[in-house]
Every structure is written in structure tokens, then in C-alpha cells.
């Protein structure tokens, strides 16, 4: 019933910029909880960040604290996720996820929780 769409992935230089949009469908987007995870090869999927329904309160993984910024658009039902001083560590598949609310936990760093994701848009992070 929902479906995730992630754009804006794509090749960037180290200490550069990306935003990664994640548009929403089929649902009521402004009643969801909004995640941010990503996956290097090798590796398990890893949490980055959510925002909360009204985009309120946002919460980030220390990893990417002062340099990453989730933001959402409850009329056009989009999250973001904006990149800034990129690093090669960042460089993963990135993911959004949707808490619908359904599962009745609210432990948003745990990928688990979340109903819905997005299939993934690749970030490349050169030098």
C-alpha cells in the first residue's frame, strides 16, 4: 500500500554535498515517523537519523551529527536528507523507512521497527 522512492543519489567528492529525497505514497504520510538508514557492502544496515511526524524533533546517529539534516514536507508527503562534508566512510546504499505506528514501538534507531522502506539510492564518496 505505501510505496518509498528515493532520489537524489549519485557520486560526490569527499567534503562535498548531496540531498537524498525520499517521496511518500498510498499512505498518510504526516502520521508517520521518517528514517534514514544505510548499508555499506559488508556491512549491516545502519541507522543515520529520523524526524518525527510535525519534523519537530530529529534525532541522528553520531556518526553524522553537525553534518547531516533531516527534513520533511508533509504537503508534498517527502522526506530529506541533507548531506554536507561528506566523508568515504558515507558512502553506502542509503535507505528511507516509514513507522507507520502499527507495531506499537517507538525505538526509531532500530531498523525493525520501521513498515515500509524505500528500495535505496547509491552514494559514492570519492577520495
Known amino acids: 500500500q505505501v510505496q518509498l522512492v528515493e532520489s537524489g543519489g549519485g557520486l560526490v567528492q569527499a567534503g562535498g554535498s548531496l540531498r537524498l529525497s525520499c517521496a511518500a505514497s498510498?499512505?498518510?504520510?504526516?502520521?508517520?515517523?521518517m528514517g534514514w538508514f544505510r548499508q555499506a557492502p559488508g556491512k549491516e544496515r545502519a541507522f543515520v537519523g529520523f524526524?518525527?511526524?510535525?519534523?519537530?524533533?530529529?534525532y541522528y546517529a553520531d556518526s553524522v551529527k553537525g553534518r547531516f539534516t533531516i527534513s520533511r514536507d508533509n504537503a508534498k508527503n517527502t522526506v530529506y536528507l541533507q548531506m554536507n562534508s561528506l566523508k568515504p566512510e558515507d558512502a553506502a546504499v542509503y535507505y528511507c523507512?516509514?513507522?507507520?505506528?502499527?507495531?506499537?514501538?517507538?525505538?526509531?534507531?532500530?531498523?525493525?521497527?520501521?513498515?515500509?522502506w524505500g528500495q535505496g539510492t547509491q552514494v559514492t564518496v570519492s577520495s
Open positions: 498510498g499512505g498518510t504520510f504526516s502520521s508517520y515517523v
Open positions: 523507512a516509514a513507522d507507520s505506528g502499527i507495531g506499537g514501538s517507538s525505538r526509531y534507531t532500530r531498523a525493525d521497527v520501521y513498515d515500509y
Open positions: 524526524i518525527m511526524r510535525r519534523g519537530g524533533i530529529t
